[in-house]
């Protein structure tokens, strides 16, 4: 039972444009998100995360929302560029620090010039 | 100098074999991790480790054992592999109280 999903497997976006990465879940337990990004022949990176007690959490270009009750959150790039090109996993864990994370099975995302 | 490090990078091997998989980590953490990769999947967790004595079973454990030989090494070994256990395969680490896990390379595992 998959219970971080994201559904879009791949999304192609426009340079410059703002580019939007999907993640729902389904255990009500889970209180902390992450995202990570990975190129090619590298392990994931982390790239930003949110705890339940916000809805927002922003840096830089990257911008996370969280809406809880719809078990939904979503990663926004502004402006999307060509390096943003990747996989990028969702991921969430039950209680903060409790460090054991469950991913979702990613989505690849290309930036075209 | 990655501070996450994977030997080997890439491996093929035949069914029945026996294959291990070696993680080293400079970051001075405790927690350390086992996961595959397949494609539609995302990243599954084989096992983790949270100190040197401490060993538990992931999502996926069956058909794999793993050894913490010190704080920075921790081994994935496939007693006898088979070739569902095609994969990537990514070592990680992670720092006490924090959810932030650090990958390694990964290892692209082929078993015929």
């Known amino acids: 039972d998959q219970q971080v999903k994201q559904n879009s497997p791949s999304l192609s976006v426009q340079e410059g444009r703002i580019s939007i990465l999907n993640c729902d879940y389904t255990n009500s337990m889970f209180d902390y998100f992450l995202w990570y990004k990975k190129y090619p022949a590298e392990g994931p990176t982390f790239l930003i995360s949110?705890?339940?007690?916000?809805d927002k959490n922003e840096d830089g270009r990257f911008t996370v929302f969280l809406n809880k009750s719809a078990k939904h959150l979503s990663l926004h790039i502004v402006p999307s560029q060509p390096g943003d090109s990747a996989v990028y996993f969702c991921?969430?864990?039950?209680?903060?620090?409790?460090?054991?994370?469950?991913f979702g099975q990613g989505t690849r995302l290309t930036i075209n010039p | 100098d990655a501070d996450v490090t994977q030997t080997p990078r890439n491996r093929i091997t035949k069914t029945g074999k026996r294959i291990m998989l070696e993680c080293s980590q400079t970051k001075g953490h405790d927690r350390m991790y086992w996961y595959r990769q397949d494609p539609g999947l995302g990243l599954r967790l084989i096992y983790y480790?949270?100190?040197?004595?401490?060993?538990n079973k992931g999502e996926i454990s069956d058909g794999y054992s793993v050894s913490r030989q010190a704080q920075a090494k921790f081994s994935l070994s496939l007693e006898s592999a088979i070739p569902n256990q095609t994969a990537l395969y990514f070592c990680?680490?992670?720092?006490?109280?924090?959810?932030?896990?650090?990958f390694g390379p990964g290892t692209r595992l082929t078993v015929l």
């Open positions: 480790s949270f100190d040197v004595k401490d060993i």
């Open positions: 990680a680490t992670s720092d006490l109280g924090t959810d932030t896990q650090y």
């Open positions: 949110i705890s339940s007690i916000k």
């Open positions: 991921a969430a864990s039950i209680i903060q620090g409790a460090q054991k994370l469950v």
